[in-house]
């Protein structure tokens, strides 16, 4: 079992930088793959990245590719998302979401991931 804490959000203007932490407590973090997920208001949650535990491979949106980079520290069981070049619709509540045996086809798909933490609000004024 493992617990999952985001932070780091908040209000930035476009153009501005974030970071995430995707903090995770239980017995082991060994063995989970993560994965950001954001969901705006009235829309659909969306993928944002994952970085995989099996091959350490990283899976990005088209939307957010070349801005933003997901790195892990196993010693620190935190997963991080460094979000730079902000824009307005980045706006969303950012969730985290991990999941044990993840195979690479379902890395954007949110009811593939056993695992959420209760998300943290990023806002991006234009």
């Known amino acids: 079992q493992v617990q999952l804490v985001e932070s780091g959000g908040g209000t930035v203007q476009a153009g501005g930088s974030l970071r995430l932490s995707c903090a995770a407590s239980g017995r082991t973090f060994s063995g989970y793959s993560v994965g950001w997920f954001r969901q705006a208001p009235g829309k659909e949650r969306e993928h944002v990245a994952t970085i995989k535990w099996s091959d350490n491979s990283i899976h990005y949106a088209d939307s957010v590719k070349g801005r933003f980079t997901i790195s892990r520290d196993n010693a620190r069981k935190t997963v991080y998302l460094q979000m730079n070049g902000l824009k307005p619709e980045d706006t969303a509540i950012y969730y985290c979401?991990?999941?044990?045996?993840?195979?690479?086809?379902?890395?954007?798909?949110?009811?593939?991931?056993?695992?959420w933490g209760q998300g943290t609000q990023v806002t991006v004024s234009s």
């Open positions: 979401a991990a999941d044990r045996g993840l195979i690479t086809s379902s890395v954007g798909r949110g009811e593939m991931y056993d695992h």
